[in-house]
């Protein structure tokens, strides 16, 4: 496809949030105001450019948000954009404000729906990683996932404090329902005695097995670390089985939740976003569209969105193997 003269880019923030979303805004803005093209913030994602929620963005809009966690552009799941009706309602809208490219921040489904809507009205489009669980194919890391990381770490280092002080045994669920990537990495910054995620299935009993070693070994405390939705249950589903095996063990269940999605962003989610929001614009006006921008080996890269999405992002055998040699 040719490239298109491209005066208007509408920039929305969709799916879950992650912290570097609005560092990625400021930097697409910005990049955009350089280029002396004007930019169009889209509110609530395509629920918001369904019902019209889009305004024209300055710079007092990304003032002081380079810190901040969240999108000031708020996030919201959209069912009617799935529909063509939808879909069409949302074309309008943008043609009203002659908007002539989208920047889409966000996880697969985000990427999935500036694929469709690129296919239906060729509205060139270029996504962001915008996601805590780094999975997706095209980019060495997602924007969120090392402040993720650190949220994970710092509140398992808070809980191995209590686990400590009672020798006692706690189960922490993560976030990353479909990939291990919060876990592994959480699971080697803290010390972890064992790590569960959804890519493979830990039986119970060698879990067991691993905490009955640490056990004679004299370990003062022992966390385990487990990857929500993984193959082996919830963290209080294996609780619950480990308790029959071992009775003597004072077990706990912490669920961090959302508390992993907030927060400021670190430094490195701020370079990263701030990096990938500049190479949209630009790449825009080079005429790359349907792709999404990402880094690999400190590099912008642009993989066609559909490959981004589809092919399979693994967590890599060597950090595996290097969380089994630690947690021994």
Avoid: W
């Avoid at 969709?14 to 930097?27: E, Y």
């Avoid at 489009?125 to 194919?137: E, K, M, Q, V």
């Avoid at 972890?192 to 060698?206: G, M, Q, S």
């Avoid at 642009?302 to 089994?324: G, S, Y």
């Amino acid at each position: 496809m040719e490239a298109k003269t491209i005066k208007k880019i509408g920039v929305l923030t969709s799916g879950g949030d992650a912290p570097g979303m609005n560092a990625a805004i400021r930097a697409a803005v910005r990049a955009g105001f350089y280029y002396n093209l004007e930019m169009y913030g889209i509110y609530r994602g395509y629920e918001g450019m369904i019902q019209n929620d889009i305004k024209k963005l300055d710079s007092k809009y990304i003032t002081h948000v380079l810190e901040r966690g969240g999108t000031f552009l708020k996030s919201a799941r959209s069912d009617e954009f799935r529909t063509p009706e939808g879909r069409k309602k949302a074309y309008e809208n943008l043609k009203n404000h002659g908007i002539d490219a989208l920047i889409v921040i966000g996880g697969d489904g985000s990427l999935t729906g500036a694929h469709l809507f690129f296919q239906e009205y060729g509205i060139p489009a270029i996504g962001l990683p915008g996601t805590i669980d780094n999975d997706l194919s095209g980019t060495d890391s997602t924007i969120g996932f090392d402040t993720a990381c650190n949220t994970a770490i710092e509140a398992i280092d808070k809980i191995r404090d209590t686990a400590t002080s009672h020798d006692r045994l706690f189960f922490v669920e993560v976030m990353g329902r479909d990939a291990g990537f919060i876990a592994v990495n959480a699971g080697i910054g803290s010390a972890a005695a064992a790590i569960l995620i959804p890519e493979n299935k830990t039986p119970i009993e060698t879990l067991v097995e691993k905490l009955k070693t640490r056990s004679k070994a004299m370990k003062t405390s022992n966390i385990v670390i487990v990857a929500e939705g993984g193959k082996s249950g919830s963290a209080q589903e294996i609780a619950d089985k480990v308790k029959k095996f071992l009775p003597y063990y004072d077990i706990k269940v912490t669920i961090l939740g959302h508390l992993q999605r907030g927060g400021a962003p670190t430094a490195f989610d701020r370079l990263l976003a701030s990096k990938l929001g500049v190479a949209a614009v630009e790449g825009l006006l080079q005429g790359k569209y349907d792709v999404m921008a990402g880094m690999i080996n400190n590099k912008v890269v642009f993989t066609p969105i559909v490959k981004a999405i589809v092919d399979d992002k693994h967590v890599d055998d060597e950090d595996l193997r290097v969380a089994n040699i630690l947690s021994t």
